[in-house]
């Protein structure tokens, strides 16, 4: 079978984290001290949770020096002691050590089906499992499981991976209320930013970006509409990849917008979140896309990865547009600055844009994801017991006062039930024009500057968990690459304080392959992860 430019990208990232000795590109982070770090150690058999990658994992298996099995429960000892800080985890599978056991199996054979096989994965809760439920955080879906895996899930299983569970996440994927708090479900309550318990974790992939911030995991799904990955991976100081629309399926995901909605991988760094996207990745996947078709034989244009570019001559020659985005700050521009400082000492090229159309942009994209919301909501809850459609799921949110606990509004459900439908002109013409604009907006600026990449900064500083008041959450950066389909990938890029902060690039359409390959000589200069210390509060409260 001849390899996609995905897989032949993931096969060199694998290869010179390899070729570069036993550590990975966090091992000489900054970890907790002892006083601060939380019990259930991240070490396994001189394996660091906290900064092993999977092809280190992989040749010790290949070696015999670790199962899966003992990898596995490594990971549910570290949920069951750790995730009570963070409330991260909503379920773990009770078929996971039975998993990994037939991974083990298969290893000893000599029949590993690739680089995930025996990695433990937890999928955010709105990715269908017909063995767990799937209850995109509310109570009206937590029944009866699904009748089948999401596509996404089976081409794990098929590969191997062990699913470890399910993460909470921003109830309907912060889509219910006009001004909702971020991380919290009716089914699991808040999840907690690991950097600092009092501090938000972005949404709607709060529970993965979490989860992997406090090494519960070696990887994790998110998805994303419009910021739900690349946010959450910003905001608790990890990677998160939100790829071309098409590359990965939708089928079996609870929509928002089957315009927007893809799911993606998360992970500490970038070679993970590379080979969780080589596994997970298919362009034959989103349903009568249109731009999805006949890319099968060319996952992500842009050739093949020099190990080299894991090094920091990786980033000699490259033109990386910086979108500054002041509104997010004085502090954060000061880490854009330093990011900035870096990459052109290690030969890049970094010039300032302002990529354009983004006040037409935000005036557009709200009402047409109302209009595809109620399609796409009614179609999904047609495959699941409860709800049937909008309709229902809006009286059963009025009469279960568990839906209320945080925050009662439901006002974008009203809003979508009353939007005109996706057969109207006005609709048409609203989303062929967000279309045409984001996607100007990304490629007339990479063809002005002869750019790499764009990069912004994926998100402020955490703001403080409040249900009164709602998510501070005006972010930018992620709409171009969101209403576009194009790819965005989030890379750890410093701190303010004790939180995190990254750096978002964004390219072209199917350039997923080449801006993975950036991101990971961008981690290796800016080498900005580092361990959360679980702190209860630091400072004044974000207003």
């Given at each position: ?8 990208l993931t096969?060199?990232?694998a290869a ?6 036993t ?12 006083e ?17 990658t ?14 899966s099995?003992a ?6 000892r ?5 995730d009570?800080k963070?409330n991260?985890?909503?379920?773990t599978?009770?078929?996971a050590?039975?998993?990994a056991?037939a ?21 955010k809760?709105?990715v269908d499992?017909?063995?767990?439920p799937?209850?995109a ?7 009866e499981?699904?009748?089948k895996?999401?596509?996404?899930v089976?081409?794990l299983?098929r ?6 569970g ?15 708090t971020?991380g919290w479900?009716?089914?699991?309550g808040q ?7 009092d501090r938000?974790?972005c ?13 519960l995991s ?5 998805t994303e ?9 910003g ?8 790829p071309?629309l ?20 998360m ?5 993970d979140t590379?080979?969780?996207l080589?596994?997970i990745g ?10 999805a078709k ?12 020099d190990?080299?570019q894991?090094?920091?001559?990786g980033?000699?020659?490259?033109r990386?547009?910086?979108w ?8 954060v521009?000061?880490v ?6 870096k ?8 010039v ?5 159309y ?7 994209e709200f ?13 999904y809850?047609?495959?699941?017991k ?8 809006i009286?059963?949110n ?5 839906e209320?606990?945080c ?13 005109p439908?996706t ?7 609203m ?5 045409d ?12 500057h002869d750019?790499d990449a764009?990069?912004?900064?994926t998100?402020?500083?955490?703001w ?8 501070n959450?005006?972010i ?22 004790e939180?995190?902060v990254?750096v978002?690039?964004?390219a072209?359409?199917?350039q997923?392959?080449?801006l993975?390959?950036l ?11 580092r361990?959360?210390?679980?702190l209860?509060?630091?400072?004044p409260a974000?207003p």
């Open positions: 079978m001849r390899k996609t430019r995905v897989g032949v096969a060199a990232l010179g984290s390899l070729l570069a000795g550590t990975g590109p966090n091992a000489t982070a900054a970890v907790p001290d002892a601060n770090r939380p019990t259930g150690s991240s070490a396994l058999k001189g394996i660091d949770l906290d900064t092993v999977i092809p280190e994992l992989q040749a010790r298996m290949h070696k015999g020096s670790l199962t099995s990898l596995t429960r490594a990971y549910l570290r949920i069951q002691t750790v009570p963070i991260a985890v909503l379920r599978s009770p078929t050590l039975r998993q056991a991974s083990d199996a298969r290893h000893r054979r000599g029949e590993a089906r690739g680089p995930l096989d025996g990695i433990p994965v937890l999928l809760d709105n499992t017909r063995d767990m799937t209850t955080g509310s109570l009206a879906l937590a029944g499981p699904p009748a895996d999401a596509v996404l089976t081409r299983k590969a191997g991976a062990v699913i470890l399910k993460t909470n996440l921003s109830e309907w994927a912060n889509f219910r209320a006009a001004k909702p971020s479900s009716a089914v699991a999840t907690n930013n690991p950097f600092v318990l938000n974790p949404g709607s992939s709060s529970g993965s970006g979490a989860a992997l911030a406090a090494s070696q990887v994790a799904i998110g509409t419009d910021g739900s990955i690349v946010c959450p991976a905001m608790n100081g990890v990677v998160g990849h939100k071309s098409g590359l990965v399926s939708g089928t079996g995901v609870v929509p928002i917008s089957s315009e927007q909605d893809t799911a993606g991988p992970a500490r760094n970038v070679i590379a080979l969780t080589s596994v298919d362009d034959s996947g989103r349903p009568g896309g249109d731009r006949g890319r099968a034989e060319h996952l992500a244009p842009g050739g093949p990865l190990p080299q894991l090094r920091e001559g980033l000699r020659g490259k990386i547009g910086l500054r985005l002041p509104s997010l700050g004085p502090d521009d000061a854009m600055t330093r990011t900035a400082q990459l052109r000492g290690a030969g890049a090229e970094v300032e844009v302002t990529p354009p983004q006040a037409r942009l935000a005036e557009l009402p047409a994801l109302l209009s595809e919301f109620h399609r796409d909501i009614d179609a809850l047609g495959t699941r409860g709800p049937r459609d909008l309709a229902e799921l009286e059963f009025r009469t279960h006062p568990q209320q606990t925050f009662a509004g439901q006002e974008l459900f009203e809003q979508a039930l009353a939007a439908p057969t109207d002109p006005k609709y048409r013409a989303r062929a024009e967000l279309a604009l984001s996607r100007r907006s990304i490629d007339e600026t990479m063809a002005a750019l764009i990069a912004s900064p998100n402020p500083p955490a403080t968990t409040d249900c009164a008041r709602g998510d959450d005006v930018p950066s992620s709409t171009p690459a969101a209403v576009s389909g194009y790819p965005s990938l989030s890379v750890p890029a410093g701190s303010v304080g939180l995190p990254g978002l690039l964004m072209g359409d199917h997923d392959a080449a993975l390959s991101g990971a000589a961008v981690e290796q200069r800016l080498h900005a992860w361990a959360p210390r679980y209860p509060s630091v400072g974000t």
